[in-house]
């Protein structure tokens, strides 16, 4: 069955309800008439319909795979092709900060899409759910050079987000945490532990994936409160050299099976700080409750 965006029933909603049709007058989303929110709509109920919505059933059949050899993962066929023209659309930068390519539009109006995208493939619209969750981490809590670093790249889709949290040993209770950061001479830090249940931890779709990792530093409190945050690369933008955080494998589920969701070992990668120290609990927060008001998420705790 073809899906139909139900573009009027999200219009009566938007503008007969809760009142988007007044956005435009802030200043800050003086763009967002409802002409353009209504166009926005009708665009993305294409897109859903004709790129993204083929690629689901195929997609779930045949699933992810991991190679051992390569520590790599493809995902389904077409699903490079389709996030592709996500990315060429813009659809990634929908509401982001336009200091930083983002085009600035509401958050409600990447909702609507959300919905469209997850309604036609949830597995798919995974992968700039989470990179969306580290966008706005790191512009909330970033220092300035880790924003001049990531964030375009995140916005434009070139990079892939994640969110390392869940251990072995641990999910709910991230107070019980491993995964340990020692400090190096150059500021960076080497991040060592095993991340389990990562959305997107590794995948074909692009060549970069940035992860926010959750780590103890050397004498951190045993709790919650001794928890720092750090962004992680797989690749390291400066030298263009391979990080050690490898993909160990995938781990099975009943559905949503062209989601990468991937063992993760920091076999002492290279990390730094976002934000405070001992303050990652907080920072990641910011992440963790894009990612429960997105419904993405399977997991009763943090993902
Ligand atoms: C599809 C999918 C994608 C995921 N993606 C990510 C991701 O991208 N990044 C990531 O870090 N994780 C991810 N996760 C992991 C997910 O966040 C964890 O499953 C979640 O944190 C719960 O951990 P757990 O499964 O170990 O359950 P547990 O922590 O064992 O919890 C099981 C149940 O016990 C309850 N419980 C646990 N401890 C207590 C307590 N002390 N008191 C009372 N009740 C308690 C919980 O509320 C829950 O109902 C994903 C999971 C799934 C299924």
Not at 112 to 134: F, K, R, W
Request: aromatic residues 8%; contains cysteine; charged residues 20%.
């Amino acid at each position: 069955m073809q899906y139909q965006a139900p573009a009027n029933d999200l219009r009566f909603l938007l503008f007969d309800v809760l009142g988007a049709d007044k956005l435009h007058e802030l200043e800050k989303y003086a763009d967002a008439t409802p002409d353009l929110i209504s166009a926005v709509i009708d665009e993305a109920g294409k897109l859903a319909a004709e790129v993204i919505q083929p690629t689901n059933q195929p997609g779930d059949r045949q699933g992810c795979s991991y190679d051992p050899e390569t520590k790599s993962v493809k995902t389904p066929d077409g699903f490079k092709q389709a996030y592709d023209k996500f990315v060429e659309g813009g659809w990634t930068a929908l509401d982001a900060p336009i200091e930083f390519g983002g085009q600035g539009l509401p958050h409600t109006l990447k909702f609507i899409v959300d919905e469209m995208v997850c309604s036609t493939n949830l597995s798919l619209g995974m992968y700039p759910g989470l990179t969306h969750g580290a966008i706005s981490a790191l512009f909330e809590h970033g220092s300035d050079e880790l924003k001049n670093t990531y964030l375009e790249k995140l916005i434009s889709g070139e990079w892939t987000g994640t969110m390392c949290l869940t251990e072995p040993q641990c999910g709910t209770d991230l107070g019980l945490i491993r995964t340990k950061a020692t400090p190096n001479d150059d500021g960076s830090y080497a991040i060592e532990g095993t991340k389990i249940w990562i959305t997107g931890g590794e995948h074909d779709l692009v060549d970069n994936i940035v992860h926010l990792v959750l780590a103890k530093l050397p004498g951190a409190p045993d709790t919650t409160k001794g928890i720092s945050l750090f962004v992680v690369p797989k690749v390291l933008p400066d030298s263009g050299e391979r990080n050690p955080a490898f993909c160990g494998g995938l781990e099975h589920k009943m559905g949503i099976k062209g989601s990468a969701t991937c063992v993760m070992n920091f076999e002492g990668a290279k990390g730094w700080l976002v934000g405070e120290p001992n303050k990652g609990m907080s920072a990641m927060f910011t992440m963790m409750n894009e990612a429960r008001l997105d419904g993405r998420h399977a997991g009763p705790g943090p993902g």
